[in-house]
């Protein structure tokens, strides 16, 4: 599975930015597909994810963040508002490739066995 992130920039605290991750493959529909970013200094951490009828979120961005997912298109995206300095990092899709339907979406990364290359968010105060 290969991913491809993109729709990183540069943006004032209070704006929205909308990311984007491509996948290849032919059931993305039953891919579990997650978002995971890492600030400077920082370890990676969770961010939201999606299966085929869920999504959840970590607790820092629910509310600001929405994914959602164009299985037509085999495209995640992560809707982005009300930004503030501490969502600055790089943000990373993740996916696995099931090919069965599960309950909820994975949240640990260890989960996640294929990884797009990241792309930057810079929240400006």
């Known amino acids: 599975v290969q991913l491809q992130a993109s729709g990183g920039g540069l943006v004032q605290a209070g704006g929205s930015l909308r990311l984007s991750c491509a996948a290849s493959?032919?059931?993305?529909?039953?891919?579990?597909m997650g978002w995971f970013r890492q600030a400077p200094g920082k370890e990676r951490e969770f961010v939201g994810a999606?299966?085929?009828?869920?999504?959840v979120y970590a607790d820092s961005v629910k509310g600001r963040f929405t994914i959602s997912r164009d299985n037509a298109k085999n495209t995640m995206f992560l809707q982005m508002n009300s930004l503030n300095a501490e969502d600055t990092g790089v943000y990373y899709c993740a996916a696995n490739n099931l090919d069965y339907r599960i309950a909820r979406p994975y949240t640990n990364y260890h989960q996640y066995p294929y990884w797009g290359r990241g792309t930057l968010v810079t929240v400006s105060s």
């Open positions: 999606i299966n085929w009828r869920d999504t």
């Open positions: 493959g032919r059931t993305f529909s039953n891919y579990v």
